[in-house]
């Protein structure tokens, strides 16, 4: 019993070592999606088919993928009681720092003067909607102490410059926001709505977000597809 209780402890800690996220992903999501993200990230080269190109399109949706990898967690997935996800969550399975990350759409890029590993992309003109303005958020570029793996191009306080399609923009990384709490590497893109009057709502409520499946032709709503790996079938 002691031996089996040792052992128990020692795999917790394995898992909290990786990362809390995934710790809470596993234990509060029901979906084999959730299984395959693990299955993935403990050993990323047998699953290369769940695995999508940085700066590829799917069909005739605008958006190209923001980077390579799976996506793993998807719009409006739930990892814990009350918590809707406000975006998607696109695993490389690589190291901070080797990952690249590309504008999925073009537009005019923004980085607050405090932000470490965020960068915002306003869209003029919305491709499906173009009546109306959106923006496009890319976070979790910065390694666990904060250090940032955006380019050197846009340092903290950019406002408005411009980027076309699949302009390079950072690497993916794992930083919390919480410095020595690191995530799992990843990035996380979410499309936020315009208040109306110009500027970009709080991305961290999922009422401020849009389901990016038709702005990438796939299966991106979790509502839709709560097991099932997103892949361009087009």
Known sequence: MKKSLITLLAAAG???????????????????RTRKVLAFLNDPQSHRDWVLQGKTGCGDAPFLMPTTGMIGFLWDDSFRPGHRHQGIDIFAGTSPGETPVYAAYEGYLT?????????????????????????????????PSGISLIQPDFPPGTDEVYVPAGTLLGYQGNYSGTPGNPTGVHLHFSIVKDDGSGNFLNELDFRNTLDPSPYFGMALNANENPNDIPKCEQ
């Open 111 to 143: 980085r607050l003067a405090d932000w470490k590993s965020t960068v915002i992309i306003r869209v003029p003109s919305d491709p499906l909607n173009p009546d109306q303005q959106i923006w496009t958020y890319y976070t979790h570029m910065a390694d």
């Open 14 to 32: 394995v898992l909290i070592a990786a990362g809390g996220y995934f710790l809470v992903n596993f234990y509060f999501s029901p979906t084999r």
